[in-house]
């Protein structure tokens, strides 16, 4: 039970009656949550230049309620927080890119949210293995194919200017 009492800037005076007393009683609920909730992560490791993909479900969807996500570093400041209502099917999915803000060799915490469920993954972001093969150059071919795609849209463009005087 907790009782709260008026406090005005006269000192409180007993003979009043308790009019200024307010009581309620809180219920203390230490049930487990009442949704059963899955998360995984699509893979143990990540790298720069990787797409974190993190994938769900819970066991019955409550209306309007969201998923939520959260990404923190250390010290649990939150780099990402993204929400989304669950499939009908009760599955969720969430794509992560790593920022400029995360730090090679660290682990970040990934905190998901749905109705009194939480589950906990962290995510170890290391180096890349191998540094990533540079793109092909184009062939002087496909250099010249790409400029008069780019001349025929200029000139489409040049006649409906024409067309479409506003």
């Known amino acids: 039970m907790v009782s709260a009492f008026a406090q005005e800037d006269k000192e409180y005076d007993e003979s009043i009656s308790d009019d200024r007393e307010i009581t309620e009683t809180f219920p203390q609920n230490h049930a487990p949550p009442s949704i059963n909730m899955q998360v995984f992560l699509d893979k143990s490791t990540y790298s720069p230049g990787d797409t974190i993909y993190i ?3 819970v066991d019955r969807i409550k209306d309007s309620r969201v998923v939520a996500i959260q990404v ?12 989304r209502l669950p499939n009908a099917d009760g599955s969720f999915s969430f794509q992560v890119t790593p920022t400029y803000e995360w730090r090679v060799g660290e682990k970040y915490n990934v905190q998901v949210s749905y109705s009194d469920a939480t589950k906990y993954l962290v995510i170890d972001y290391i180096p890349n293995p191998t540094p990533p093969e540079p793109a092909p150059k184009p062939t002087i071919e496909e250099l010249q194919r790409q400029i008069d795609e780019l001349q025929k849209q200029l000139q489409q463009c040049e006649l409906n200017k024409f067309r479409f005087p506003w």
């Open 55 to 57: 994938n769900g479900s």
């Open 72 to 83: 923190s570093g250390n010290g649990w400041f939150p780099l990402i927080f993204d929400t």
